[in-house]
């Protein structure tokens, strides 16, 4: 699997989603009307808007990005990994586009889920900061074969469109060291608006990047990179 794949040529990464506001209560008013109109098919159980506004991180139009962490292959073994993280979600884009536009155009993006989540995801929020897609990102006019994206969920298919199998799960069946051995994606809003610990939440979008890549590698037949042979880059 992914046999002709040159990992050198692949930049891994995954992005940390928040709500926009600490509590619902400080969206402005149409604000929150919208957000009752948006997720009025998602709540069950009579769950209110505002008792669902926690989950608002995932949609761009409520969400921000706080992280964006990102791994490059030096070779089939070492990786270097790089994150940006801000509480400005334009200064931590305008970097992250500074990082892409200095790559090649045909430098391949891979994340897990990443052509239903963090690809998109990052889009919508450049467009509403005002910034430029860089083209890695940018899809729009592209043959499906011209897109160089990678998504380890969707390779893990094999077809089969019905399926979701999160990062963690097939961390455990490669035997891959867990990613979500101190939080989870559900616990980032609180660690952010309620602990403002977004160096915590920095090294769990880190592990999920390592993650991913040894996945990769997995799939390649390789044996994945150990901590040791992982360089951190400020």
């Not at 500074?98 to 052509?115: F, I, R, S, T, Y």
């Not at 980032?188 to 160096?199: F, G, K, Q, S, T």
Request: net charge negative; charged share 25%; proline share 4%.
């Amino acid at each position: 699997m992914l046999a002709q794949l040159d990992l050198k040529s692949i930049l891994v990464l995954d992005i940390e989603t928040v709500p926009q506001c600490a509590d619902f209560n400080d969206l402005p008013p149409h604000f929150q009307k919208l957000w009752d109109l948006k997720t009025s098919y998602q709540r069950k159980n009579q769950e209110t808007a505002e008792e669902f506004y926690q989950r608002a991180g995932i949609w761009a139009e409520f969400g921000k990005i706080i992280c964006i962490s990102v791994g490059v292959f030096v070779d089939d073994k070492r990786l270097r990994v790089k994150s940006f993280y801000d509480h400005n979600e334009t200064d931590l884009l305008k970097e992250f586009n500074h990082l892409l536009n200095n790559q090649p155009a045909n430098l391949m993006l891979c994340a897990h889920n990443g052509k239903e989540f963090d690809f998109p995801y990052l889009c919508r929020r450049m467009l509403i900061n005002g910034l430029e897609i860089p083209v890695q990102l940018n899809i729009a006019g592209k043959k499906p074969w011209e897109i160089n994206h990678l998504d380890t969920l969707e390779l893990w298919k094999f077809g089969d469109y019905k399926n979701y199998t999160s990062l963690n799960l097939l961390a455990a069946i490669f035997n891959i060291p867990t990613p979500k051995d101190d939080i989870d994606g559900s616990m980032v809003a609180h660690v952010y608006w309620e602990e403002n610990d977004l160096e915590r939440i920095k090294t769990y979008c880190q592990k999920d990047v390592i993650t991913t890549a040894r996945l990769l590698q997995r799939f390649k037949g390789l044996p994945f990179t150990e901590d040791n042979e992982i360089t951190y880059v400020d």
